[in-house]
């Protein structure tokens, strides 16, 4: 038989009452703390995830895709040349003219120029350099324009040099860094006047062909001059290949 609960009195039930009302408001603001407390760690969380998300997409899906390196470009095979003798025609400054190339004797050089005409790396590149005094060139073949640009690789050893130094008229030879043989690329230059040009630590300069016809039409450009009237510069009138083929 459960015995009956004590009667309190008015003050002992009174102070009862006031720390169960106590310890519920106590209770009720720690759980509003740890709700308090559970937001920010939420709005941290999806923000790690939402910076991963984006991180993957920009990665995975957009401009943040790593781009694989550019091969190295290397030189056409000598093999290209052909062992022959190939003839070819171009336009310089409005005026055709024809040509031969000596794959027999400058295979590396005539594989090259042969290479870059057949890709039309040539249409409307300038020749940037005309010398009236000492020598006697046109010198073309630069898509900078400058004397400084190339077809993305260089090539050597110098081929064909004439052992004289001597440079008949006519002839097309490839341009390089001074004592420097493995530097030709796209540049050359084409003789119009009979030009002794000295070897230097690297040799020569590859003869890779010669005009045969209209080489009257370089001597003509020449007689204009350069456009500050030194004997070594840019041509007065802008001089563009276009038009150029092999075979």
Known sequence: MTKPKPKLSKAAQARIDGYEAKSTLVEGRQAVRRKDNLLPLGVIVGAIIVAVALQLSYFHLGPGIPKPAPKPQTAPDAALAENRVWTGSMSVGGSPIDFELYGDKAPKAVANFVSLTQKGFFENISCHRLVTEGIFV???????????????????????????????????????????????????????????????AAGGYTVFGKVTDNLDAISKIAEVGTADGKTDGTPKNKVLLSAISVK
């Open 138 to 200: 046109l010198q073309c073949g630069d898509p900078a324009g400058t004397g400084t640009g190339g077809p993305g690789y260089s090539f050597g050893p110098v081929e064909n040099a004439p052992v004289d130094n001597i440079y008949g008229p006519g002839v097309l030879a490839m341009a390089r860094q001074g004592g420097n043989a493995e530097s030709m690329g796209s540049q050359f230059f084409i003789v119009y006047s009979k030009s002794e040009i000295p070897s230097d």
